[in-house]
């Protein structure tokens, strides 16, 4: 049973940052290939950054330059470093598995104050 496991999450003022982790049990081929998304009220949830099985990424516009996702396959764990933080920022942020069925976390939350 593969199972992932964010945190980091918190509350910052604009401009600050935080550091989210996604851990996964289970299996070591899970990380493999990851994407946070994260939801805010009232709106849907969208694809903020992704890492392949090569370690290639993309981002979100919306948070490119601001965000970096890596991953330590020695930990099997996902990272998402977020700098330069807006209020705009805030919401449950989840990391997704892609691989074989694909599994969500429980999402963490993050508030950023102006």
């Known amino acids: 049973q593969v199972r992932l496991v964010e945190s980091g999450g918190g509350s910052v003022q604009a401009g600050g940052s935080l550091r989210l982790s996604c851990a996964a049990s289970g299996s070591t081929l899970a990380i493999e290939r990851i994407a946070w998304y994260r939801q805010a009220p009232g709106k849907e949830r969208e694809q903020v950054a992704y890492i392949s099985r090569s370690g290639s990424t993309n981002y979100a516009d919306s948070v490119k330059g601001r965000f970096a996702i890596s991953r330590d396959n020695a930990k099997n764990t996902v990272s998402l470093q977020m700098n330069s933080l807006k209020p705009e920022d805030t919401a449950v942020y989840y990391c997704?598995?892609?691989?074989?069925?694909?599994?969500w976390g429980q999402g963490t939350q993050v508030t950023v104050s102006s």
């Open positions: 997704r598995s892609l691989v074989g069925a694909g599994y």
